[in-house]
């Protein structure tokens, strides 16, 4: 098949590039950044353009057999005002573009989108059939995956991704925490009590893989591991595979003021179950969070 994936150059992006070459299809990435940070391939083609607006990157979506979509920029970063507008843009313009762009049946698009729908719920069990929070990073995951449904009335099929915070070796969330730890400045945010979702990057590209071989399989997903945790349990489990204690807690006064709008997302507890992804059939091969931080770190010294 003949892929598509915006936000190619990001560390999902490229993961799940080389994932799909592996597995003999064609990819073209879409990206803003002029190289894509990709070996050759003889697969893959690299596209550097603004997806925010309509333009000539649109004929390889046209072409393709599928799509996903992991456009966006970074939420991991001090939300201005400028700054929230260039979140959304990026994510709902995007999106509408690459939907204006298909047509046909037996086509497919995969969109992110996040567990920040759900907002910060507390105890609550959140599967997909959960109601959506009212904070920005919830009304926002609403408008994204409203932009990616529209492609239905073209007849694509459609799945929504709602990424837990995504754990891989070299990069993403853990190129964040890990260093903290090593210097001996790691440990929970906040209280630790808030739930914390996650997914190993090998059971995300897995559950690509899937909804993509399984032409039933549309509409709303969890992406993140059955095995949810408390934000101090995953602190703990972080610091036992590096061998250090994780004592340090980071105050939420002072997440708010170092970070502003930003910290309540790190601060959110949401408990949020891969309900559909179960209930299909897809296994996890990483349903904990010790044997999933055990696999990525494993050579860490």
């Not at 150059?9 to 940070?37: C, D, I, K, W």
């Not at 070299?170 to 790691?186: K, N, T, Y």
């Not at 945790?229 to 610091?239: C, D, E, I, M, N």
């Amino acid at each position: 098949m003949k892929f598509v994936v915006t936000g190619a150059s990001g560390f999902v992006g490229r993961a799940l590039s080389r994932f799909l070459l592996e597995q003999g299809h064609t990819v073209t990435g879409l990206g803003t950044s002029p190289v894509s940070g990709m070996t050759p391939h003889a697969g893959f083609t690299w596209i550097s353009a603004d997806t925010t607006r309509a333009g000539k990157w649109q004929e390889a979506v046209a072409d393709a057999d599928g799509v996903v979509n992991l456009a966006g920029r970074t939420i991991f970063k001090r939300w201005t005002r400028a700054y929230k507008r260039q979140i959304v843009d990026s994510r709902l313009k995007t999106t509408g573009h690459l939907v204006s762009a298909m047509a046909g049946e037996n086509k497919i698009l995969l969109s992110t989108s996040a567990v920040g729908y759900y907002g910060s719920r507390g105890e609550e069990r959140l599967d997909e059939q959960a109601k959506a929070g009212d904070d920005f990073l919830a009304r926002l995951s609403m408008d994204w995956e409203k932009a990616a449904l529209a492609a239905e009335k073209k007849g694509v099929r459609v799945a929504i991704m709602r990424f837990g915070v995504v754990l891989g070796a070299g990069g993403g969330a853990l190129a964040q925490m890990v260093p903290a730890f090593r210097s001996f400045a790691g440990g929970p945010l906040g209280n630790g009590r808030q739930w914390f979702s996650w997914i190993h990057t090998a059971d995300l590209l897995s559950a690509v893989q899937f909804l993509i071989g399984n032409q039933n399989s549309q509409g709303v997903y969890n992406f993140c591991a059955p095995g949810v945790v408390r934000q101090k349990t995953f602190a703990r489990a972080l610091g036992k595979v590096l061998g250090r204690p994780a004592l340090v807690p980071a105050p939420s006064i002072a997440l708010r003021v170092m970070m502003g709008e930003m910290a309540d997302m790190l601060l959110a507890s949401q408990r949020v179950v891969p309900q559909r992804l179960i209930d299909e059939g897809f296994t996890f091969r990483f349903p904990d969070v010790d044997r999933a931080l055990a696999d990525l770190l494993k050579a860490s010294p």
